[in-house]
C-alpha cells in the first residue's frame, strides 16, 4: 500500500524558511513524478513544484525562484525547500506521487506565514 507522509508545516514570520519533508512508502519512488500541491483557505488545490523522474521541474509563476523542490530517490523522499515566504503563501500543503502505481496524494501539512 502506497502512503505519502508529509512533515515540516509550521508558522515562521514573513520572510522566513521552511523545508516540507513527504516520505513515500510503498511505492517504486525514483519512476515516479512528485510533486507539491498547496490549498489555502477558501481556494483550490493549485500546483506549486513538480519534479520528474529525470529531475525536470517546473514551478508556478509566483513561488518561481523562492521555492526548490528535490528528491532524494536513496531515501523515497521529496522535499520543498521554501524561502522568501510571504502571508500569500498561507495553506495546506500536500504532496503527490503519481503514475505507478497510480495517482497518490498525503494528508497534507500547514503552513503558516505571519505578517
Known amino acids: 500500500q502506497v502512503r505519502l507522509v508529509e512533515s515540516g508545516g509550521g508558522v515562521v514570520q514573513a520572510g522566513g524558511s521552511l523545508r516540507l519533508s513527504c516520505a513515500v512508502f510503498?511505492?517504486?519512488?525514483?519512476?515516479?513524478?512528485v510533486a507539491w500541491y498547496r490549498q489555502a483557505p477558501g481556494k483550490g488545490r493549485e500546483s506549486v513544484a513538480i519534479m520528474s523522474s529525470g529531475g525536470y521541474t517546473t514551478y508556478a509563476g509566483s513561488v518561481k525562484g523562492r521555492f526548490t523542490i528535490s528528491r532524494d530517490n536513496a531515501n523515497d523522499t521529496v522535499y520543498l525547500q521554501m524561502n522568501s515566504l510571504k502571508p500569500e503563501d498561507t495553506a495546506v500543503y500536500y504532496c503527490r506521487l503519481w503514475p505507478s502505481p497510480g495517482d497518490y496524494w498525503g494528508q497534507g501539512t500547514q503552513v503558516t506565514v505571519s505578517s
Open positions: 510503498g511505492s517504486r519512488f525514483s519512476i515516479n513524478t
